[in-house]
């Protein structure tokens, strides 16, 4: 996925921050149709259930619901997975078909899905500490986080016929009509049959009048029909165990040739986890229990058709994007399910058992699940997968992999990056020869306690006993008894983490933060004006993904959404969440990958992260990528994938695996808005990397304060063009040239430059009103896009009297050419900071704006060497 279409996951924002796509679609379910087929498929399409960008995140959680959807008859026998004999497969006949039918009447009866654990015998509560009175001690529902292919939990989903002792199950081709479902079935048969049956009374029946009726007719027909084909749904799944990983197929085939939808109604018994694809593929972490003792664990999957009719439907503007979500959950319910199929599409319920004892060698290294008992009892469900080819005996250096916010941890064992394309992924990892661990962090997904936003009391301590798990397990290097050889690896929420485990626990050799903080108050609130946009977008996560939190976090929202600013007890929830001054205290060596248009967490949390570790003597390296919580308008280019990658594991083979041959890379390497590789020997901490700045004055103006309605910055509206109307929800944390702004004319430079960092903003003022802020923004004449989307909130003070401010805005990342040319836009309102408290009149006098260059030659060669790597991304 490009960064162009990341939401750092509102659904995919991951989408990172995993702002993605459970922010973007609610928690309606949803499927994704394919016709692909083969091995290929494994790394398919993954369809969203309930809800996500960034996003891309990529993981289920036990106790939930997901469905895919792919051509019928597309996964086969040629799907490359080998399972069990043709001599396993039981043929079903009509003679068996009543027996049958008593068997899924009584499963139907008693089925119900089975969750995950996530309990915990000490609360977050009982913690005693400062931050205890951040935790909210009562009940919250645990809804199930969806990210990726997530399943959602249907109690009372019918099983469907017992599999055979090899583990294959084989639906028989007998409409699976049961109980009620028959009965009603054939009295709607009786009463139309007289227009099945031209010969029937005195003679043809006339044909329905009402639009009901002629549905009623259809269905009549098709549920006859079907009694006398058949259901034409079969299901013969097939398992097989491939580099440490248990993969299957759950081969469902439909004679009819309507796309088939895969829906897993019954999780795991055992807490196991599926991933499951659109094409029925699907791998398989089984719990460590079962691993040990070489058991069984079944889980069940309806297969549904994707009817004509329903296609049809699917086609209503607007209304058509419920029809589907509505479909499944239809054909889930066990007796209005059965009755409806002929109309809404014939379904069936498969139990798949999976044989850990038979697929798995003795020994040998394999992909599983597992409850870590925290320091107060909260028990995290982490996620271990081997190095490829490892074999039994063999160990090898681990990469823990922290997920985006509202996601759960990813066991995607195709995913290259991850969260935004700023984490490398499993396959990656695995391939590099790093064992893999990833978790579900505390209030999210099967973890149990309640979310602190990566506090280094609760989900720190969390980590670093995972850790000491970790350095039991027979598959881990260790460089020392209970130090395991490692690095972290992930983005956002994911990424915050790594700072804050690597700042409080020294076994950390390496990590890899992407589009990570420093300061969730300066991220967040900076010169103390609530990122409104931004702060509702990570709520609205939140809630999608049924994460247990402090009871802190929603009222701050709302009040600092209402009224522009939040109270001290909330900033100190903020100020203790992420690294902060832990940074000080790390020793691993940090690769810090920060997004040029990242609204959340903007270029300036890199740079101060940078200046810190630098200081104290810790290797640091800086990627500027286009890309973030946010949506990348400019051009992307490809190499920035291939850049984060080599880097990431470069940096993991040099400070994990000690390798003195990694080869050395500029320090500070970054993408400028035309999509060009730049690079630096030098960080953009360092104040020698600064030239003479590029400045511009100018006379200033006078505005009219009050909430955004007539002509401020934002929402920014192109969004829709990359991410169609998902773009409506994250186009208000986006900014966008206003229409009643004081505007700065800056022309371009006499040589060609770079711009990287932040730009200088001084002028003076007067005013009245209520107003507590302005804001100022860099509109790109040539693009007519705002730099990064990015706007900056400049503190004021309407008393009447005059007041100087000097303020940094923003760091930028722009090659300007003597042709170019960027405006100023001193703005009163924007839908990014929006509050009700802006209201009031300003006059602004004796603007300056100081653009950062990059200094001497590095300017020119940095340029060049830009203006080359463009020509070679358009050819």
């Excluded at 063999?394 to 759960?408: K, Q, R, S, Y």
């Excluded at 149990?448 to 990566?454: A, H, I, K, P, V």
Aim: net charge negative; hydrophobic share 45%.
């Amino acid at each position: 996925m490009s960064p162009a279409r990341y939401i750092g996951r509102v659904g995919g924002l991951a989408v990172a921050l995993g702002v993605g796509s459970a922010v973007l679609t609610g928690h309606g379910l949803a499927s994704a149709e394919s016709s692909s087929a083969g091995p290929e498929s494994t790394s398919g399409s993954a369809a969203s259930a309930q809800g996500s960008a960034e996003s891309q995140g990529s993981a289920e959680s036990p106790g939930s619901a997901g469905s895919v959807t792919a051509e019928a008859g597309a996964a086969g026998a040629d799907s490359g997975v080998s399972g069990a004999d043709d001599e396993s497969v039981v043929e079903d006949d009509d003679a068996e078909a009543s027996d049958e039918v008593t068997d899924e009447l009584a499963d139907e009866a008693g089925a119900s899905g089975s969750g995950g654990s996530g309990s915990s015998g000490v609360d977050d509560a009982d913690v005693v500490g400062d931050v205890d009175d951040d935790v909210d001690p009562a009940e919250v529902p645990a809804a199930d986080v969806v990210e990726g292919l997530e399943e959602s939990s249907t109690a009372g989903a019918p099983a469907g016929p017992a599999p055979t002792a090899e583990g294959v199950v084989t639906v028989s081709a007998v409409a699976p009509v049961v109980g009620e479902d028959a009965t009603a079935s054939n009295a709607t048969v009786s009463l139309v049959s007289g227009v099945l049956d031209s010969f029937a009374g005195d003679g043809p029946v006339a044909p329905a009048s009402t639009p009901l009726e002629l549905m009623l007719a259809a269905a009549a027909r098709r549920d006859f029909l079907g009694g006398i084909f058949g259901n034409p749904i079969t299901v013969d799944p097939i398992l097989d165990f491939v580099d440490g990983v248990i993969y299957g197929d759950v081969n469902g085939m439909d004679s009819n040739g309507d796309a088939l939808i895969y829906t897993i109604t019954k999780d795991p018994d055992a807490g196991g986890k599926v991933r499951l694809n659109a094409d029925g593929m699907f791998s398989f972490l089984p719990d460590l229990s079962v691993v040990d003792s070489g058991g069984v664990e079944q889980f069940t999957v309806m297969v549904s058709e994707y009817s004509t009719l329903v296609k049809l439907l699917a086609q209503i503007p607007l209304l058509g994007a419920l029809v589907e979500p509505m479909v499944l959950a239809l054909q889930q319910m066990p007796l209005i399910g059965g009755l409806l199929q002929p109309l809404i599409g014939y379904r069936v319920f498969a139990p798949i058992d999976v044989n850990v004892g038979e697929l798995v060698p003795e020994g040998a290294p394999v992909a599983f699940t597992t409850m870590v008992t925290s320091y107060d009892g909260v028990q995290i469900s982490t996620n271990f997968f081997p190095a490829s080819g490892l074999m039994e005996g063999e160990t090898a250096a681990t990469v823990f992999n922290g997920p985006g916010l509202g996601a759960d941890g990813n066991t995607d064992p195709t995913s290259v990056l991850t969260t935004g394309d700023s984490a490398v992924g499993i396959l990656t990892l695995r391939e590099a020869g790093y064992n893999y661990v990833s978790w579900d962090p505390r209030g999210e997904g099967a973890s149990g306690g309640f979310l602190q936003l990566d506090n280094p009391f609760f989900e720190g301590r969390d980590v670093q006993h995972i850790i000491d798990w970790l350095a039991t397990r027979p598959e881990a290097r260790l460089d020392a008894p209970g130090d395991p050889a490692m690095g972290m690896v992930g983005g956002s929420y994911g990424g915050g983490i790594q700072l804050v485990v690597a700042g409080i626990d020294n076994r950390v050799e390496a990590i890899v933060p992407g589009i990570a903080w420093n300061s969730l108050n300066q991220s967040i609130y900076p010169t103390a004006d609530f990122k409104t946009a931004w702060a509702l977008l990570l709520g609205l996560d939140l809630v999608t993904a049924g994460a247990r939190i402090n009871s802190q976090i929603y009222p701050a929202l709302i009040q600092g959404a209402i009224f522009g600013f939040i109270n001290e007890s909330q900033q100190a929830l903020l100020s203790s969440s992420g690294p902060t001054v832990l940074v000080d205290a790390i020793t691993a060596a940090t690769l810090l990958i920060q997004g040029t248009h990242d609204g959340l967490f903007p270029l300036n949390q890199s740079i101060i992260n940078a200046g810190l570790l630098d200081a104290n003597d810790i290797p640091v390296d800086v990627i500027w990528y286009c890309g973030g919580h946010g949506v990348c308008l400019n051009p992307v280019n490809a190499a920035q994938k291939t850049t984060i990658l080599d880097s990431t594991l470069n940096w993991l083979d040099k400070y994990v695996n000690g390798n003195e041959l990694v080869p050395t890379v500029p320090r500070f390497q970054w993408f400028d808005q035309n999509s060009g590789l730049q690079t630096s020997d030098l960080l953009p901490s360092d104040p020698a990397f600064y030239g003479a700045p590029f400045v511009t004055t100018g006379v200033g103006g006078s505005l009219l304060l009050e909430p955004l309605c007539c002509g401020g910055s934002g929402p920014q509206l192109k969004v829709l063009e990359v991410l169609g109307a998902a773009g409506l929800l994250i186009a208000p944390a986006l900014a966008a040239p206003a229409r009643d702004a004081i505007n700065i004319a800056i022309p371009g430079p006499p040589l060609l430059t770079q711009m990287v960092g932040p730009p200088k903003l001084s002028f003076t003022y007067s005013g009245v009103g209520t107003s507590r802020h302005i804001f100022a923004q860099l509109v790109d004449d040539q693009t007519d896009l705002v730099l990064g989307n990015l706007i900056t909130p400049v503190p004021v003070e309407l008393d009447g009297q005059s007041h100087t401010v000097e303020i940094d805005l923003e760091s930028i990342a722009y090659r300007m050419a003597p042709s170019d040319s960027l405006t100023l836009q001193i703005v009163g309102a924007t839908s990014a900071y929006a509050d009700a408290t802006q209201w009031g009149f300003i006059n602004v006098s004796d603007v300056e704006l100081a653009l950062p260059t990059v200094a001497g030659a590095g300017a020119v060669a940095g340029a060049v060497a830009g203006a080359a790597e463009e020509l070679l991304v358009v050819a």
